[in-house]
Nanobody, 124 residues
């Protein structure tokens, strides 16, 4: 079955960096979008970034554009989210997700597979 396993979360000071990893297994993801979402305390889960695995096209929320970078490693079947210049408002549980290549990569409801989440805490 499909498994998405996130790692790399933690606590960091404002202005710092973290890199999240999402190890994907259980099927071929070449035609999929791989997305990153986050859920701040008391708020809904929101889109952060996505990458189309086959061609590497990337998509970002306005709030993270220029600070976060999504990438993938085909050999390791792993997707990354490099987060720089972190702000306290980036504090959230971050989730990796996968969806078929149909539809819109920013649409949370279209993602069929989700990881368990990893906590990111940014102190001011």
């Amino acid at each position: 079955q499909v498994q998405l396993v996130e790692s790399g979360g933690g606590s960091v000071q404002a202005g710092g960096s973290l890199r999240l990893s999402c190890a994907a297994s259980g099927r071929a993801f070449s035609s999929y979008y791989m997305g990153w979402f986050r859920q701040p305390p008391g708020k809904e889960r929101e889109f952060v970034a996505a990458i189309r695995w086959s061609i590497g096209a990337t998509y970002y929320a306005d709030s993270v554009k220029g600070r976060f970078t999504v990438s993938r490693d085909n050999a390791k079947n792993t997707v990354y989210l490099q987060m720089n210049s972190l702000k306290p408002e980036d504090t959230a549980v971050y989730y990796c997700a996968a969806r078929s290549g149909m539809g819109f990569p920013r649409d949370r409801d279209g993602y069929a597979y989700w990881g368990q989440g990893t906590q990111v805490t940014v102190a001011s």
